[in-house]
């Protein structure tokens, strides 16, 4: 997963700072970064482009401060995540109306940033979905994987699960595994894939899924214990 950082700051040798901070933020945590830098508000804002998952936006700036250049951001774009950098705390309560994440305050120490990083990392991951072709009878529908509850092998077939239907399709489970790669699914045992973001419980050895009982093999057990928390915590 490359993520694509915009950093639009008038005070160069702040640029510079950050970009060293996203190549550490790379080195320590295994995180590929795609970046662009900009001078000043109306850089980023003329011909705006929906490719960026996160903008560091300076504040102040001289043609265009970053509170104005974050309300022509969300007309063009509500999902990017917008971190205000500041050396102003009062343009927190502002920032709201932009659905800015948060604010960061100069001096900028690398632990606040990395810690604000990881949680707009996080926050990407969590939105992070992948459309799946099915085959039925009526033709082939897409199916996006945050629909799925869980899918579970019967033969030479899977069994898709939505909270609406379900659907019968040829494969194997290992190859869905692979498919579904990165997002928020793990095996429980052998037979079943499940959506983490659908578990609702885990009892004894089984994991509840709405209405659904779904036995955790006792070999997967311990990995599907840390797969799940790790989700909750925000780092899958």
């Given at each position: 997963?490359?993520?694509?950082?915009?950093?639009?700051?008038?005070?160069?040798?702040?640029?510079?700072?950050?970009k060293q901070y996203l190549e550490r933020y790379k080195t320590e945590n295994g995180v590929e970064f795609i970046t662009y830098t900009f001078t000043d508000g109306d850089e980023i804002t003329s011909d705006y482009e929906a490719k960026y998952d996160i903008i560091f936006l300076d504040v102040e700036m001289k043609r265009l401060d970053g509170m104005s250049a974050a309300e022509t951001i969300r007309k063009y774009d509500q999902e990017v995540i917008i971190i205000f950098i500041t050396n102003m705390a009062q343009y927190a309560i502002s920032g709201y109306?932009?659905?800015?994440?948060?604010?960061?305050?100069?001096?900028?120490?690398?632990?606040?940033?990395s810690q604000e990083l990881t949680k707009s990392i996080e926050r990407l991951r969590k939105r992070k979905q992948k459309a799946i072709l099915?085959?039925?009878?009526?033709?082939?529908?897409?199916?996006?994987?945050?629909?799925i509850l869980f899918i579970e092998s019967f033969g030479h077939d899977l069994i898709i699960y939505t909270e609406k239907q379900t659907y019968q399709i040829r494969g194997t489970i290992k190859r869905m595994e692979e498919e579904l790669s990165g997002l928020s699914f793990f095996r429980c045992n052998h037979g079943y894939l499940v959506n983490l973001a659908y578990v609702s419980?885990?009892?004894?050895?089984?994991?509840?899924?709405?209405?659904?009982?779904?036995?955790?093999?006792?070999?997967?057990?311990?990995?599907?214990?840390?797969?799940l928390t790790q989700y909750i915590g925000g780092t899958v």
């Open positions: 997963m490359k993520i694509s950082i915009a950093i639009v700051e008038d005070n160069l040798q702040f640029t510079e700072t950050l109306h932009v659905g800015a994440l948060s604010f960061l305050l100069k001096p900028l120490p690398y632990f606040a940033f099915i085959p039925t009878e009526n033709g082939i529908i897409k199916l996006n994987s945050q629909e419980a885990v009892k004894g050895d089984e994991v509840i899924i709405k209405t659904h009982q779904l036995k955790i093999s006792r070999p997967r057990k311990k990995s599907f214990m840390l797969a």
